[in-house]
């Protein structure tokens, strides 16, 4: 997939990288030739260009999602979501750097207000890569606990069939089960039961999550395989 940054400071810098490392195209923009030329080598392809300029904007291929990653310009960040809802871009992903900034985003209507830490970063391109949210605890530099979603293509197949320890040394702690029930009232509703023995013919459901440890570049592995 093809994704456009605009802003390539620390946070979108690292998410170009990040999106990169996982098999995606990635436009980068910034007005700040230095940044540029740091990634150009990293990333598809890198602009110097005001994007807050509408002309200048109307250069970019502007087609399915473009994250708008400005953090030390509130009024160009604010300017720059304004003109692609105004090109009626598909899907727009925005930092906000405060909770000021944070409502003017929501206002509008974008799909996703980031936050810009880079853990924060990191649980958006799985995000992105998934299309579910995944939930991270930071062991030391390398090394995580992660909770993700079952991948859509690996439900209805059994749990070894994902080869986490062979092929992405990756050590399965947990599988919290999706199950229905059903309530007092007898309406249904999904639980989801914590199981830390689990058998290899299990067969995964959509809605089950995986709870694993390992490296990241391992992980980065995994989101790029399934």
């Known amino acids: 997939m093809k994704y456009i940054i605009i802003g390539l400071g620390n946070y979108g810098g690292g998410l170009a990288e990040e999106l990169m490392a996982i098999g995606h195209e990635v436009i980068g923009v910034d007005q ?9 080598d990293k990333i598809t ?6 994007a807050t300029d509408e002309l200048a904007l109307e250069t970019l291929p502007l087609r399915d999602v473009v994250i ?5 310009n509130f009024g160009a960040s604010v300017r720059v979501v304004a003109l692609l809802k105004q090109k009626k871009v ?10 000021v900034h944070k409502a003017i985003l929501e206002a509008f209507a974008i799909d996703k207000v980031l936050t810009p830490e880079k853990d924060a970063a990191r649980e958006f391109v799985q995000f992105l890569a998934l299309g579910i949210h995944a939930e991270s605890f ?8 992660i909770k993700f979603k079952v991948p859509r293509k690996c439900a209805g197949y059994p749990l070894s069939g994902m080869n986490l320890e062979e092929d992405f040394h990756l050590k399965l702690i947990a599988l919290k089960q999706a199950a ?11 639980t989801k039961e914590v199981m830390t023995v689990i058998p ?3 067969l995964l459901k959509e809605e089950d999550e995986l709870v694993c440890y390992g490296l990241y570049k391992d992980f980065q592995a995994l989101w790029k395989a399934f």
């Not at 708008?68 to 030390?72: D, L, R």
């Not at 598909?90 to 909770?99: C, G, M, Q, V």
């Not at 930071?138 to 606990?145: K, N, T």
């Open 180 to 190: 229905e029930v059903k309530n007092i009232l007898g309406m249904k509703k999904l």
């Open 90 to 99: 598909k899907h727009i992903f925005a930092r906000a750097i405060d909770s």
């Open 45 to 50: 392809t890198a602009f110097v260009l005001d």
């Open 200 to 202: 290899d013919n299990y």
């Open 68 to 72: 708008v990653a400005i953090g030390e």
């Open 32 to 40: 700040n030739e230095g940044r540029v030329d740091n990634l150009k």
């Open 138 to 145: 930071r062991v030391d530099e390398d090394y995580y606990v």
